[in-house]
């Protein structure tokens, strides 16, 4: 009999989970969506999401601080966006899925 093994060692195990964490919130996800294909600032994340400015920047430091995003400064905007290609992959996925999951929740 073949003894069965987790794939992945403990460790990598709670690494994803944070990164799951941080994706699980709607928020969070949707402004990774927006930034997905171009820089976006505070402003403009605010009103397509129609959130206070004050939330999304919020938001964008967890991002930020987990590494998820980066900041470049033009002038008095700061634009943010995604640096880690793991995540516009994962992204790119849910965005395929985002209907079937829907489904399984109805």
């Known amino acids: 009999m073949t003894k069965i093994k987790s794939p992945f060692d403990k460790e990598t195990y709670q690494k994803n989970a944070k990164i799951y964490k941080i994706l699980a919130n709607p928020k969070r996800l949707e402004i990774l969506n927006i930034i997905k294909k171009q820089e976006a600032g505070v402003d403009d994340i605010a009103k397509i999401i129609g959130a206070k400015k004050a939330n999304i920047s919020q938001h ?3 991002l930020k601080d987990y590494g998820l995003v980066k900041f470049r ?3 008095k905007n700061i634009l943010y966006k995604i640096i880690n ?8 996925d849910y965005e395929q899925n985002t209907q079937t999951f829907a489904e399984i929740l109805t």
Request: net charge positive; hydrophobic share 50%; proline share 7%.
């Open 60 to 62: 964008l430091k967890v």
């Open 73 to 75: 400064r033009v002038g």
């Open 85 to 92: 290609p793991v995540i516009s992959c994962a992204l790119s």
